[in-house]
């Protein structure tokens, strides 16, 4: 697995060593040792989540306070944009954002640590997302970062408007939001 330090501390891009033969391909989409060894870290994870969008749906950009959880994100079938923002107070990296295609054709996966905003826009007609969780989802302690606040200035690659929920539209700027100190 190679491991590559993003410009936000501690965010992660991984891509897991892949076997293709004319039968099809194998890799290891999770090994709790290569992760550690690679990331220096090995993370426990408590849930997994499974997405499915359609071509211009946004979804975030998303984090919990209190309960933050530490997600490793993997795109299975199509396309997606994914962003991450940090909120953690005290890191250099403090309101700045890092955004990559995962997808079902390059296998990455991108590790974003506890006390960052999640999100991500599908740039295929559909998506899915595999996601693991360092933390349970709690609603109560569930907040939205506005995925188009101008103080991010985030070069999301729309074509048109975005599929957005009314939470993810009802979102907070970085401004007002609670971050992590």
Known sequence: MNCTPTALEGVLLLEPQVFDDERGFFFESYNARRFREAAGFEPVFVQDNHSKSRRGVVRGLHYQVSVPQGKLVRVIAGA??????????????FGRWIGTELSAANRRQLWVPPGCAHGF????????????????WSPAHE?????????????????GEPILSAKDREGVPLARAEVFR
């Open 121 to 136: 826009l599908t740039l295929s007609e559909e998506a899915e997302c595999l996601y693991k969780t360092t933390e349970f």
């Open 80 to 93: 997606v944009y994914d962003v991450v923002v940090d909120l953690r107070a005290a890191s250099p990296s």
């Open 143 to 159: 907040r939205t970062l506005l995925w188009n606040d101008p103080a991010l200035a985030i070069a999301w690659p729309l074509q």
